[in-house]
């Protein structure tokens, strides 16, 4: 059993997260702004905020593995990379980060052009930017810190939350794409993916993209 944080485990990438932490066994803690009313029966449930790093750093005590999937956006654009470094920089050596990135920071094919910078939606790059300086950041962490950086596909969200199938394929920095040049993977199977990495760590301070 492995004991995980997730910071945003109220959002979408957080909650199935959680759910699928949860139904493996391992002890899970779900840290946001607020707690929800519905919950992941098993999961430990706190106010807190990435903001206030000693006082997360408290809620933090005795855990092996931290998620960050917050989403840089509305009043949080321009202050998750920086708020991100200061708590990896606090957290113990023997605590690994995961980070959930977005779509953006991917690569279009092996050693070709980032997603963002191959016809990404402006009014999405703000956002996309942000996640890929969290990436940089953690690239030059030092070494003793082990760290992943998850790239969902670009049809991840919400408004198209999918089933869980127990199947995805890792690009490894590449964006995962069907044989229709389509880029999707549900909410559930994400979870799946980030868990996965958690248990059998093959991404020891490498960015990863899945999808089907």
Not at 64 to 76: F, I, K, N, T, Y
Not at 183 to 199: H, K, M, R
Request: aromatic fraction near 8%; hydrophobic fraction near 40%.
């Amino acid at each position: 059993m492995t004991r995980i944080a997730v910071l945003g485990g109220t959002g979408y990438a957080g909650s199935n997260i959680v759910a699928e932490a949860v139904a493996r066994g391992h002890s899970v803690v779900s840290i946001a702004r607020s707690v929800p009313t519905e919950r992941v029966e098993g999961a430990i449930y706190l106010e807190g905020n990435i903001l206030d790093v000693p006082g997360l750093i408290e809620q933090l005590q005795e855990v092996d593995v931290v998620v960050q999937a917050l989403s840089p956006r509305g009043d949080m654009v321009g202050k998750v990379r920086p708020a991100t470094a200061e708590l990896f920089a606090a957290l113990p050596d023997t605590v690994r980060l995961g980070v959930v990135g977005g779509a953006g920071g991917c690569l279009v094919e092996p050693g070709g052009a980032r997603v963002i910078d191959s016809g990404f939606p402006e009014e999405l790059k703000p956002e996309a930017f942000e996640a890929i300086g969290v990436l940089e950041d953690l690239q030059v962490a030092p070494a003793s810190k082990d760290w992943f950086f998850v790239h969902p596909a670009g049809g991840f969200g919400a408004w198209a939350p999918g089933e869980r199938t127990g199947i995805y394929r890792d690009g490894g920095p590449v964006l995962v794409t069907d044989g229709d040049g389509e880029s999707f993977i549900s909410g559930a199977d994400f979870g799946v993916a980030v868990v996965d990495e958690i248990e059998t760590p093959k991404h020891h301070r490498e960015n990863f993209a899945v999808g089907y």
